[in-house]
T-cell receptor, first 111, second 115 residues
Framework: QKEVEQNSGPLSVPEGAIASLNCTYSDRVSQSFFWYRQYSGKSPELIMSIYSNGDKEDGRFTAQLNKASQYVSLLIRDSQPSDSATYLCAVPSGSARQLTFGSGTQLTVLP | DAGVTQSPTHLIKTRGQHVTLRCSPISGHKSVSWYQQVLGQGPQFIFQYYEKEERGRGNFPDRFSARQFPNYSSELNVNALLLGDSALYLC??????????????FGPGTRLLVL
């Protein structure tokens, strides 16, 4: 089992819809979770971090964490074509708490 | 404030050569991590340095080495390049290490192509 798994996609949603991105992790002691957005040919950009069970909202983005189910998700409301990118879920692990990434979900928002 | 900077942005090498990639962290950040990202995958951890000491090493061969300087900048060295080393090399900085809550901020990356 991979340490961090994401629904591989690709995922396509129409403009204005809600995009839902999912991630599961295997390390039960993980305390923090990060979502990065990566445009094609660019480096990852942090969009959300979450540490506690429940929801965390930032503008059109909502991160949801369920530690009992080892599940974290990212919702993008009112999706825009500019949201088209690969979304990476990352969880600190290992002795240095380095980030372990999922393989990413490619999102396309159709105008 | 300037973000994480990396140089060069692109690099073409041939098999067997060696390469040195450079990274300057965000001002005030003392921790630098290196990641390798091949096409279609998430970044894979290579090294982490904090206060010039290696704090973590990923599952990469000894051909990969790194160091951190007193000004917290860092170099990643790869010897005896293989075709499979072609990837985007990412540097990330954070304010400290340990605990796991520190946010890592990525530089623009160095795209390495090995022919």
């Amino acid at each position: 089992q991979k340490e961090v798994e994401q629904n591989s996609g690709p995922l396509s949603v129409p403009e204005g819809a809600i995009a839902s991105l999912n991630c599961t992790y295997s390390d039960r002691v993980s305390q923090s979770f990060f979502w990065y957005r990566q445009y094609s040919g660019k480096s990852p950009e942090l969009i959300m971090s979450i540490y506690s069970n429940g929801d965390k909202e930032d503008g059109r983005f909502t991160a949801q964490l369920n530690k009992a189910s080892q599940y974290v998700s990212l919702l993008i409301r009112d999706s825009q074509p500019s949201d088209s990118a690969t979304y990476l879920c990352a969880v600190p692990s290992g002795s240095a708490r380095q980030l372990t990434f999922g393989s990413g979900t490619q999102l396309t928002v159709l105008p | 404030d300037a973000g994480v900077t990396q140089s060069p942005t692109h690099l073409i090498k041939t098999r067997g050569q060696h390469v040195t990639l450079r990274c300057s962290p965000i001002s005030g950040h003392k921790s630098v991590s290196w990641y390798q990202q091949v096409l279609g995958q998430g970044p894979q951890f290579i090294f982490q340095y904090y206060e010039k000491e290696e704090r973590g090493r990923g599952n990469f061969p000894d051909r990969f080495s790194a160091r951190q300087f007193p000004n917290y900048s860092s170099e990643l060295n790869v010897n005896a390049l293989l075709l499979g080393d072609s990837a985007l090399y990412l540097c990330a900085s954070s304010s400290s290490t340990g605990g796991g809550r520190e946010t890592q901020y990525f530089g623009p990356g160095t795209r390495l192509l090995v022919l």
